[in-house]
């Protein structure tokens, strides 16, 4: 019932920008960590930009000055700006949420479909 659905990726030039959302979907009680991570062909996942409840975050050296992940807990959804888009920059990016269903049950992890983003002239 509860799942991560993420919209907004798509096909830009280098230099260009895109922004990423992923929203929660169905009932939660709060949503503790929420991530985006990306696999490009021939790569191993890698975590990209990470953002706590309390609006804490870090991001990987390869992005630090270009993304921008900010959340709207009241919506239950992370965003994701991109700018200076890079080739490098093209993968598979995955919307990840770390969710408490109800109070005294167990964290657990949620994982998006996985959206497109391409970088290419």
């Known amino acids: 019932q509860v799942q991560l659905v993420e919209s907004g990726g798509g096909l830009v030039q280098p230099g260009g920008s895109l922004r990423l959302s992923c929203a929660v979907s169905?009932?939660?009680?709060?949503?503790?960590?929420m991530d985006w991570y990306r696999q490009a062909p021939g790569k191993q996942r890698e975590l990209v930009a990470s953002i706590t409840s309390g609006g804490s975050t870090s991001y990987a050296d390869s992005v630090k000055g270009r993304f921008t992940i900010s959340r709207d807990n009241a919506k239950n959804t992370v965003y994701l700006q991109m700018n200076s888009l890079k080739p490098e920059d093209t993968a598979v990016y995955y919307c990840?949420?770390?969710?408490?269903?109800?109070?005294?049950?167990?964290?657990?992890?949620?994982w998006g479909q996985g959206i497109q983003v391409t970088v290419s002239s």
């Open positions: 169905g009932s939660i009680f709060s949503a503790n960590a």
């Open positions: 990840h949420a770390v969710l408490l269903l109800r109070p005294g049950v167990a964290l657990r992890h949620y």
